[in-house]
């Protein structure tokens, strides 16, 4: 009598070749359509290191076509725009965000004629350009003043969508925002022009601390515990997500990437019509790169490892500041 399991047991009949490994994951493929490179424009002569961010900088708008030239030529498919000036004069409702004067605003025109097949996405919030530095309007009793950040934030998509955006982001969390930014660009005859990408189920995390630090928009009193989830909530988060649904966006994120990869699959398993973002966040990137350059870990392989686990989870398309390095991995073919 043989020892070996019962057929239907045997499991490493499946893998046991590299082309057969493959084929176990194949509706996990990374692409360079499942990649989104975040990228900070200011007002810079020549490209900045961000310091808070080893290996990521930070582009001006007389220096980004040349800088991402080679990267688009890699295959970059589509990029998240962030505004950073420092220096500027902030006020209660964040009027720099859409000033004529705002590099993201200056720069999606040229993008758009230098790159005619890359897909400009644009974050929109406020708390980079308030004095304050909360992500909406505040009542003089220091509480989110919920209908005046709406209304605002719907201005500020509407400029970054004249100013040629296909996809505008709002990262602000404020409850109705999705419905007063569609109405917007409806009455102003972008509604087939224009989608909105939904940060619908964003935590309150520390995992954004290197990105405040770049774009210099951590809150000056009390924090967003208010308005981002509390990362022990998954009702909320249900919740979020189905108002933002309700109010019609055309794409759904998950934020944080990798602590909240049960909040993606939850997300995708009750909303698979919807494409699905998840933003791998500043501090995730801090983490991977400085853990790497420790000798703790190899990042390629480690990379590869969370990528997979993002698709794995249900995400369609993964923000990432690893972007062009894994363009780069993807243009030497894989041996398989
Ligand atoms: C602005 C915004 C933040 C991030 C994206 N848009 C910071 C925040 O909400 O505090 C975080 C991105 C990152 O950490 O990489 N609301
Ligand atoms: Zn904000």
Redesign the pocket.
Known sequence: MSKSPEARHLLHSGYFHPVLRKLQTSNVEISPYNLVF?VFVGNNEKPVDVKSMPGVVQYGVSNIEECLRPIVNKGLKLVLL?GVEHGILKDEKGSYADSPRNPVIQVIPKLRRCFPDLIIMC?V?L??YTNHGH?GIMSSDGVIDNEASIERIAQVALAYAQAGAHIVAP??MMDGRIGAIKRSLIDYGLGNRVSVLS?AA?FASG??G???DVTK?APVFSD?KCY?LPPGSKGLATRAVLRDVTEGCDMLMV?PGLAYLDIVKQTKDAHPEYPLFV?Q???E?AMLYHAAKAGAIDLRGVLEEVLLSMRRAGADCIITYFTPIILDWLQVKSKY
């Open positions: 975040p962030f974050d919030c708390c980079a992500c990262s602000d940060y964003k995992f954004y290197p990105f405040r928009s967003r981002q934020k933003y966040v500043s501090g990137y």
